[in-house]
């Protein structure tokens, strides 16, 4: 062959690998698999930094003074709703003819109510109600909002943008305006309050995941998961959630005081937990046309109870948030 052939023959491909063409992943996406085998060491130093940054966490939260003030007011409230007849001096729902709206004293520290019934036990006892309709709501809530989420924030498109428009048709209108409606036509009981403020709250939890997956979703685990052939339920539920359960659990905590003041309002209104049985909302709705009267401690200590156990998880949520974002 001739200089002149040499220089202006074909060029031919070079035969020269690069590294990210040799890899084994992308000559055969099953290889994908074989990667964590490769590199135990590595995997094993990374779930040993992960649980180093959990016990951190816990530390952290063990430590600051507005977790342990909240989590000792929920802890009271918890007990009072699983022990409360037990606890209560008097029988809540049984009045007295000739101890109504008697004022705080030795014998009735809350004072007692129109019916004469003691307002302390009614208080005690009433927690029962309020702490079992509210986190089963927000738990729904938060796991049909996490399922939503993932949907809207993994697949977007048309299915985000239909599921979105629902979303805010439904959430046009103020929380409690909406569950009224509901509870107005489903009538008043402890499960439709459950399944309605758990639905309503489930769209607005969605919102939260969404953003949460959509940071997500282009990352590179997740690529590595698709190059495994992983199904998209998958892909949504085992890879992706664990890394989004930190605002969950933020929406939850916060949700919960949220549902709490739902409850009250539907209460206060006589749509909520309905008498005799012992319910702060319904008690200060009872109570409240005695204000003009003087009997100030038959709103007073219902209201104190419903304030006292919201700002408890706020204060839990503020920690929990304070963590997560550190």
Same mark, same amino acid.
């Given at each position: 062959?001739?200089?002149?052939?040499?220089?202006?023959?074909?060029?031919?491909?070079?035969?020269?690998?690069?590294?990210?063409?040799?890899?084994? @992943?992308?000559?055969?996406?099953?290889?994908?698999?074989?990667?964590?085998? %490769?590199?135990?060491?590595?995997?094993?130093?990374?779930?040993?930094? @992960? =649980?180093?940054?959990?016990? !951190?966490?816990?530390?952290?939260?063990?430590?600051?003074?507005?977790?342990? &003030?909240?989590?000792? /007011?929920?802890?009271?409230?918890?007990?009072?709703?699983?022990?409360?007849?037990? &606890? %209560?001096p008097?029988?809540?729902?049984?009045?007295?003819?000739?101890?109504?709206?008697?004022?705080?004293?030795?014998?009735?520290?809350?004072?007692?109510?129109?019916?004469?019934?003691?307002?302390?036990?009614?208080?005690?006892?009433?927690?029962?109600?309020?702490? /079992?309709?509210?986190?089963?709501?927000?738990?729904?809530?938060?796991?049909?909002?996490?399922?939503? =989420?993932l949907?809207?924030?993994?697949?977007?498109?048309r299915?985000d943008?239909?599921?979105?428009r629902?979303?805010?048709a439904?959430?046009?209108?103020?929380?409690?305006?909406?569950?009224?409606?509901?509870?107005?036509?489903?009538?008043?009981?402890?499960?439709?309050?459950?399944?309605?403020?758990?639905?309503?709250?489930?769209?607005?939890?969605?919102?939260?995941?969404?953003? @949460?997956?959509?940071?997500e979703?282009?990352?590179?685990?997740?690529?590595a998961?698709?190059?495994?052939?992983?199904?998209?339920?998958?892909i949504?539920?085992?890879?992706?959630?664990?890394?989004?359960?930190?605002? /969950?659990?933020? !929406?939850?905590?916060?949700?919960?005081?949220?549902?709490?003041?739902?409850?009250?309002?539907?209460?206060?209104?006589?749509?909520?937990?309905?008498?005799?049985?012992?319910?702060? =909302?319904?008690?200060? @709705?009872?109570?409240?046309?005695?204000? =003009?009267?003087?009997?100030?401690?038959?709103?007073?200590?219902? %209201?104190?109870?419903? %304030?006292?156990?919201?700002?408890? &998880?706020?204060?839990?949520?503020?920690?929990?948030?304070?963590?997560?974002?550190?």
């Open positions: 062959m001739s200089d002149e052939e040499a220089i202006d023959g074909p060029a031919t491909p070079s035969a020269t690998k690069t590294p990210l063409e040799d890899a084994p @992943a992308l000559r055969d996406p099953a290889a994908v698999g074989l990667l964590p085998a %490769a590199a135990g060491g590595v995997a094993g130093t990374v779930d040993s930094s @992960a =649980g180093t940054i959990r016990r !951190e966490n816990l530390h952290q939260l063990v430590r600051s003074p507005a977790f342990l &003030i909240g989590v000792g /007011i929920l802890l009271w409230w918890i007990v009072c709703a699983l022990f409360g007849k037990v &606890i %209560a008097y029988n809540p729902v049984a009045g007295s003819l000739t101890a109504f709206n008697q004022p705080p004293s030795g014998a009735h520290w809350f004072g007692t109510d129109s019916l004469g019934r003691d307002v302390l036990s009614r208080v005690i006892v009433g927690a029962r109600d309020i702490l /079992i309709v509210a986190p089963l709501a927000t738990l729904l809530g938060t796991v049909l909002g996490t399922s939503i =989420g949907v809207q924030g993994y697949f977007r498109g299915v943008s239909f599921s979105g629902l979303v805010e439904v959430l046009a209108l103020p929380i409690v305006i909406v569950a009224f409606l509901f509870v107005v036509a489903l009538g008043p009981s402890a499960p439709v309050l459950i399944v309605v403020i758990g639905l309503v709250f489930g769209l607005l939890i969605s919102r939260t995941v969404r953003t @949460a997956v959509l940071q979703r282009d990352l590179d685990y997740v690529a998961a698709r190059l495994r052939d992983e199904s998209n339920v998958h949504m539920f085992v890879e992706i959630l664990p890394n989004v359960t930190g605002p /969950i659990l933020v !929406e939850f905590t916060v949700r919960l005081g949220y549902a709490i003041f739902t409850i009250a309002t539907l209460s206060f209104l006589g749509f909520g937990i309905q008498p005799p049985t012992p319910d702060w =909302g319904a008690d200060i @709705a009872n109570s409240y046309q005695y204000l =003009g009267a003087g009997y100030w401690w038959e709103v007073l200590f219902p %209201a104190l109870a419903i %304030a006292s156990l919201v700002v408890a &998880i706020n204060l839990i949520a503020d920690s929990i948030e304070a963590v997560v974002i550190q």
